[in-house]
């Protein structure tokens, strides 16, 4: 019971490498904790707000009515965005503002595609 070509094609197929090279431990670390703060549907929601602004901004004050939410457990989940690489936060007077870090979401939607 030799190996087939047939055999062989699909062994080659099935063990084929989905990327060029592995991610490294560091770059693994931090996609991590970008999917982790994603992991929150409320996050996934703010964000997407934020994004979808006609200035690519908001106010943690027009934040809060969306997602039906405090605005101290709103800021909470911003900053975790924050942390995470996705949002930056800006202070203005007592409001703070937040942005999307340009090209976060194209450097996650990238790593998706193998």
Known sequence: MGTTTRDAEQLSACCTP???EAISADDAATLAAKFKALGDPTR???LSIV??????EACVCDLTE??????PTVSHHLKVLVDAGL???SKR???SYYALVPGALDDLASTLKL
């Open 66 to 71: 969306p997602v039906g939410l405090s605005q």
């Open 44 to 46: 996934v929601r703010l």
């Open 18 to 20: 989905l990327a060029v």
């Open 51 to 56: 994004a979808s602004t006609d200035a690519a």
């Open 93 to 95: 007077g007592i409001w």
């Open 87 to 89: 949002l930056t936060r």
